[in-house]
């Protein structure tokens, strides 16, 4: 019953084709041939894809060498070019490293060097950072709401045995024990809460926020102290200060 109509959506993807011919060639020593099971080299995206098609019949007789390449020519001519014989581009530098590939007989299928290697290798500590911040950050989550429900409750105990305390039951003590634990699950919540947002200065928020919730509650005991006995109005001037100074500077700090 919601719908009240459609629209046409469309996607329009953008890109463009590149048509190059090119010719690598690379000078390898100590080289080791071998199984694509048995291989231990890091391949990239577009290797392993390649792995993934080659048929069942032809897997058998694949091998993947590899070895310490010291030379490398490069010859790239790119065809969309209008005058395509002035963009020929010859290189040859030397370079060290490992040069793995993949070979049927005396075909070489592909192959990369040590730049796709430091690419790939980067891109799989980039993805394993970014799986590590997630589990980080959902752990912070997590304690955040375990310490601001363990603050609560210990504000009221606190607050309940500072009240058996004032009737003359004892206690006191033990309320100033749980006020003050109270308080440090504020700083551990307010802080785990600001590290999962990822703010840079999370340990600071932590202490100004912490102080202004902790100067609420040591209000919320004072206030209940004077509803049985006379006490002094200096006191709740002097937290109500502490509670805007603090939670200003906290916020900024957010």
């Not at 390449?69 to 969309?80: K, N, P, Y």
């Not at 997590?142 to 305390?165: E, H, K, M, N, P």
């Not at 340990?203 to 919730?213: F, Q, R, V």
Request: charged share 20%.
């Amino acid at each position: 019953d919601r719908i009240v109509g459609t629209r046409k959506v469309e996607t329009v993807l953008h890109g463009k084709h590149y048509h190059r011919f090119a010719r690598h060639e690379q000078h390898v020593l100590n080289a080791i041939c071998t199984t694509i099971g048995n291989s231990q080299v890091v391949m990239p995206p577009q290797v392993v894809s390649l792995i993934e098609q080659i048929p069942k019949w032809l897997y058998p007789h694949v091998r993947v060498i590899d070895g310490d390449i010291f030379r490398e020519l490069i010859v790239e001519q790119d065809a969309g070019v209008e005058d395509w014989t002035k963009q020929i581009e010859v290189r040859d530098e030397p370079i060290w490293g490992v040069e793995p590939a993949v070979i049927v007989g005396h075909f070489v299928l592909t192959g990369w060097g040590p730049r796709e290697v430091g690419q790939e290798q980067s891109r799989r500590q980039s993805i394993e950072q970014v799986q590590a911040k997630k589990v980080v950050e959902q752990t912070a989550r997590w304690r955040a709401s375990l310490f601001a429900v363990a603050a609560a409750v210990l504000t009221l105990v606190a607050i309940l045995l500072l009240g058996q305390w004032i009737r003359g039951g004892g206690g006191l003590v033990f309320s100033f024990l749980a006020s003050a634990a109270a308080i440090g699950a504020v700083w551990q919540a307010v802080f785990d809460f600001e590290h999962a947002r990822g703010n840079a200065t999370a340990p600071l928020a932590a202490h100004w926020l912490t102080g202004s919730i902790g100067c609420q509650i040591l209000l919320a005991e004072w206030f209940i102290a004077r509803w049985f006995q006379p006490m002094s109005w200096v006191t709740p001037v002097i937290l109500g200060v502490g509670v805007i100074i603090c939670h200003a500077v906290g916020r900024r700090l957010q």
